[in-house]
């Protein structure tokens, strides 16, 4: 045994997520992170190309088409790919609060077959902070906002320095990362976190 909790309820004590003064406004696309993030990245051409928006408080909005290239069963989109979509659109709830996490956990449940063509219409919420842990509930709806749930999931971030990257990263993205000027923008806008 580690020792870890590694529980998606947050415990008695955590507090609320604070959306941070300068996040984007309610209705604003928030921007890729990374132009070759499979989730959100322009530059992956069977990327998800997910295009995230933010929403009140610390939640935000995201549409989904699935295409060919997303395929697990013949004309169904594949379950890693879905549970892909959970985890960007999740992600992107850090650039309200301005802090930076990798996913620790995420619980997924698949309720309904996700058709190539369909859009899959994701929102998510983070609902608690405990220290660096940030507990995070995702849903897609097939076709819109009232569409039926099709996937869900529960997820547990948690905060980590740039250092993080920089240290576990393969020199070549990283460097080239670093050496552009976008690029070391959006980790500036972390790093003056209050
Ligand atoms: C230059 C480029 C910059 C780009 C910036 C933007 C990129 C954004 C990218 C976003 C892309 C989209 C998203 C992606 O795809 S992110 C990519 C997928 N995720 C990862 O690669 C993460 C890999 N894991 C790790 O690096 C480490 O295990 C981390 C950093 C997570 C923890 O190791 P660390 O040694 O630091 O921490 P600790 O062990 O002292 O634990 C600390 C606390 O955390 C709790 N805990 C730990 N693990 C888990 C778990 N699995 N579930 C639940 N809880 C967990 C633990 O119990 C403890 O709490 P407590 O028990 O004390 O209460």
Redesign the pocket.
Known sequence: MSG???ALTPPADAGPPVRHPEAPAPGEVIGA??EN?F?CGAGVPHGLHLEVRAGEGVAVTAEFRVKEAHQGAPGLAHGGVLATAL??TL?SLNWLTRV?A????LETDFLLPVPVDSVLYLEAEAVAV????IYCTATGRLGGPEGPVAVRADA?F?E?K?E???NHGRPAE?NA??ADPD?VK??RAFEVNP
């Open positions: 870890r909790t590694t992170h990374y993030c989730g985890d960007e992600g930076i990798v996913t620790g956990r405990h220290h660096r842990k547990v948690i980590v740039v993080h990257f920089i990283i990362a670093l690029q959006v980790v």
